[in-house]
């Protein structure tokens, strides 16, 4: 049995993202991802191999996805469905409260 909660432990602060994977098959790994404040350095895109379906869970954030104007602003409750190979990157996080999502990365 694996079992757990969300939203907790969360540390205070954080100087880098915490990226904690909560389930892992061959197929399938599903991650919590905590943030405070983060974002993607200048210039860096995320091209991952994987499908990926993210749920914000608490906090903000924006996502840039390449060739849009605009970042996608995700509130808690929110997800987006990231084919393989979609560079995207995120340009911010919440600076006053941790961001915490879950993330689902699938073949």
């Known amino acids: 049995m694996n079992q757990g909660n969300l939203f907790s432990p969360i540390p205070d602060s954080i100087q880098d993202e915490i990226y904690e994977t909560l389930l892992k098959t061959g197929q399938f790994r599903l991650e919590r991802i905590?943030?405070?404040g983060q974002k993607t350095p200048?210039?860096?895109w995320f091209d991952q191999e994987m499908n990926e379906w993210v749920l914000l869970?608490?906090?903000n954030a924006g996502l840039l996805f390449e060739g849009e104007q605009e970042s996608l602003v995700m509130h808690p409750g929110d997800y987006v469905h990231i084919p393989a190979h979609?560079?995207?990157r995120v340009e911010w996080t919440d600076a006053?409260?941790?961001t915490v999502w879950l993330a689902l990365h699938y073949k």
């Open 57 to 59: 869970l608490k906090g």
């Open 42 to 44: 200048p210039g860096e």
């Open 34 to 36: 905590i943030s405070s």
């Open 96 to 98: 006053e409260q941790v």
């Open 86 to 88: 979609c560079r995207h």
